[in-house]
């Protein structure tokens, strides 16, 4: 089953959209397999955002992503990677669409709320960044055949 990692960013904690956004991901059809409250530490958040390191906003989203309590989520469930991204919407809250999380929650840039994995292999590297093994269930929440079921067949 495919998984990928989810922050919360510190803006969407001190707003307290918490619950409202994990709504979204849970109404989509998706098993929380990891879930936690932390700060990230500054050399986990320099490890996460290396891709970045070498532009204009990394030190602003550096400067953020640490600044507060973030919450971390495994999800689980068909296509979760690019679907969350779907549900996440563009980068940039001004730009997102409707009906996405930042482009309804959101107009920043730097804030806006949320992380989700950009592919396979960012998703395993970043899952095992933020949570051992033991820290992850297996188990499918009900009714997922019926949510995720193909109609290739
Ligand atoms: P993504 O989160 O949609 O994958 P990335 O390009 O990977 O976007 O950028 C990582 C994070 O860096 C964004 O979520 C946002 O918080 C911040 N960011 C990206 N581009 C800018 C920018 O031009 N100005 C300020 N912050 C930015
Ligand atoms: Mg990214």
Not at 39 to 61: M, T
Not at 84 to 90: D, E, F, I, P, W
Request: glycine share 8%; charged share 25%.
């Amino acid at each position: 089953m495919e998984r990928t990692l989810v922050i919360l960013k510190p803006d969407c904690v001190q707003r307290r959209l918490i619950g409202r956004v994990i709504q979204r991901f849970e109404d989509k059809g998706f098993t929380i397999s990891g879930m936690k409250l932390m700060r990230i530490p500054r050399d986990l958040a320099e490890k996460h955002y290396a891709v970045h390191r070498d532009k204009p906003f990394y030190a602003g989203l550096l400067k953020h992503v640490t600044s507060g309590p973030v919450v971390l989520l495994v999800l689980q469930g068909s296509r979760c990677i690019e679907v969350v991204r779907t549900l996440m919407g563009q980068t940039f809250g001004y730009e997102a669409s409707p009906g996405t999380i930042r482009g309804d929650l959101g107009l920043s840039r730097t804030l806006n709320l949320v992380h989700g994995s950009d592919s396979a292999e960012s998703a395993s590297a970043e899952i095992s960044l933020y949570f051992a093994d033991d820290e992850l269930q297996d188990q499918e929440t009900a009714g997922t055949e019926w949510i995720q079921k193909d109609d290739e067949v």
